[in-house]
């Protein structure tokens, strides 16, 4: 699998950006996959963002960003996004999507995925 995040900048507090990860999966069926989104600010460890199953019916977020962070995914574009709004500046980091082949109770765990993007820098303001 292969996967491209992009879409991070320098925002101020309260901002929004939009993140993108695009994925390819050489064919295989992908209905059961889990691509997630994990961040990385200096010093700290990778810690999970948000996860989406691919078919439908699961998506998750970790408790700070519940109703400032939406993912949602375009099958026709092969592509899940992270929406983030109400910016702080907490939220630095540098931000990676992931995938894995199928949804799991550890969709929360970085070691748990075996693909992983570039990751894309995310700076916000106070």
């Known amino acids: 699998v292969q996967l491209q995040a992009s879409g991070g900048g320098l925002v101020q507090a309260g901002g929004s950006l939009r993140l993108s990860c695009a994925w390819a999966t050489s064919g295989r069926t992908v209905s059961d996959y889990a691509v997630a989104w994990f961040r990385q600010a200096p010093g700290k460890e990778r810690e999970f963002v948000a996860a989406i199953r691919w078919g439908g019916g699961r998506i998750q977020y970790t408790d700070s960003v519940k109703g400032r962070f939406a993912i949602s995914r375009d099958n026709a574009k092969n592509t899940v996004y992270l929406q983030m709004n109400s910016l702080k500046p907490e939220d630095t980091a540098v931000y990676y999507c992931?995938?894995?082949?199928?949804?799991?109770?550890?969709?929360?765990?970085?070691?748990?995925?075996?693909?992983w993007g570039r990751g894309t820098q995310v700076t916000v303001s106070s």
């Open positions: 992931a995938a894995r082949v199928r949804w799991s109770v550890l969709y929360f765990s970085s070691a748990s995925y075996a693909d």
